[in-house]
């Protein structure tokens, strides 16, 4: 079983990448041969500094590491050192639909927020999203639930490919994903309508891996809440809600489970001091190994240079059967 899953190097990763992705990416180490990849390329589609897109980057390398990925059980590379992806992505654009890409959530979000050009990096982000997973012929793909839409899509790319060009072969495996059950969507504090986002959300909602101890905790006790005391999910309750998903998906156990935990609990005051007692415990050791990892950036190099290498092999062998399919290039 393969796994890939990508992650953008834009800003400093915050609680909702960690629980809903890095953590399944830690644990894909044991299910599977699992590639991740660190998608510099993505990044370029909103405004962004070169130098300190560099900087992010290692901090990123630094964040997986710290995290738990393991170079010796998972690939770990980034994504602009193979050109086998910027390749299928403009290969994938035969089959995909305009009118798909314009429809995505993500493309109508981020291009609002620009204030003075809308890239079609933007508009095009899904299909890159698409070759950097069926490159790898992955089976599986981690996830947070903001990606359900892009991975929908990826699906019928795939599809649309191996009935286009596939003459009745699989060429490209369309992968499933997986959406952890708790912790998918964590929402911004501040603003618990929207997900906690590296780009688009707010600084005192949005908790980083990196944050301090006492800056997680202060973020989680100024963090939204509802009016009443009752501790308990519900639509009318998005701030609790999402305090309670938090505390559930940190410690691995269900929301009913802490619902019941808390059933006697006077007001949201305990539920927060839980919550920011969680998170803290969770992140503390990451950050202290983080520290520690990003010292070194040559050793980080070392680390993405090999896993470039092993996903090399993987990539230009499904590049040159989709080249070859397409009837592009030399014949082979
Ligand atoms: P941006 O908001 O700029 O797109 P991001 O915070 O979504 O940035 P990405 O690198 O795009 O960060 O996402 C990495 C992974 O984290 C993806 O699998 C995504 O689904 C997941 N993820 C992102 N935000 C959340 C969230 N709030 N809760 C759970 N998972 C999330
Ligand atoms: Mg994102």
Redesign the pocket.
């Known amino acids: 079983m393969r796994i890939f899953?990508g992650?953008?190097p834009?800003?400093r990763?915050?609680l909702?990448?960690h629980?809903?992705?890095i953590r399944q990416y830690v644990e894909g180490q044991d299910r599977g041969e699992a590639i991740y990849c660190i998608?510099d390329l993505h990044a370029t589609t909103?405004p962004y500094d070169p130098a300190v897109l560099r900087e992010r980057l290692y901090d990123t390398t630094a964040i997986l590491l710290a995290a738990g990925l393991d170079p010796e059980r998972c690939i770990l590379f980034r994504q602009a050192d193979l050109p086998e992806h910027t390749e299928l992505c403009w290969l994938l654009c035969s089959v995909t639909a305009l009118g798909e890409l314009n429809r995505m959530h993500?493309f109508r979000d981020k291009s609002l927020a620009q204030r003075e050009l809308v890239s079609a990096g933007l508009l095009f982000y899904p299909v890159l999203q698409a070759a950097d997973v069926l490159a790898y012929r992955a089976d599986e793909v981690?996830?947070?639930?903001?990606?359900r839409e892009h991975l929908e899509l990826m699906r019928e790319i795939a599809r649309r490919f191996n009935a286009r060009f596939g003459g009745g072969d699989e060429v490209l495996v369309v992968p499933e994903h997986r959406i952890p059950e708790v912790?998918?969507?964590?929402?911004d504090l501040q603003d618990p309508t929207r997900?906690?986002?590296?780009?688009?959300g707010t600084e005192e909602g949005t908790v980083y891996v990196l944050d301090d101890d006492a800056t997680v905790a202060k973020k989680i006790r100024r963090a939204v809440t509802d009016s009443g005391t009752e501790i308990r999910r519900g639509p009318d309750k998005p701030g609790v809600t999402n305090l309670i998903e938090v505390l559930a998906a940190t410690r691995r156990v269900s929301p009913d489970q802490v619902e019941g935990e808390l059933a006697d609990a006077r007001g949201y005051g305990e539920l927060k001091a839980a919550v920011a007692e969680a998170v803290v415990e969770e992140l503390a050791p990451i950050r202290e190994r983080y520290e520690q990892l990003r010292l070194d950036e040559g050793r980080l190099e070392e680390v993405l240079a090999a896993g470039a290498e092993k996903a090399q092999v993987i990539a230009a062998d499904t590049l040159q059967d989709v080249r070859e399919r397409m009837g592009v290039g030399p014949p082979g």
């Open positions: 899953s992650i953008q834009t800003g990763k915050h909702g990448n629980l809903g992705a998608v909103v993500q981690p996830v947070g639930e903001d990606q912790g998918a969507r964590v929402m997900k906690m986002s590296t780009t688009g």
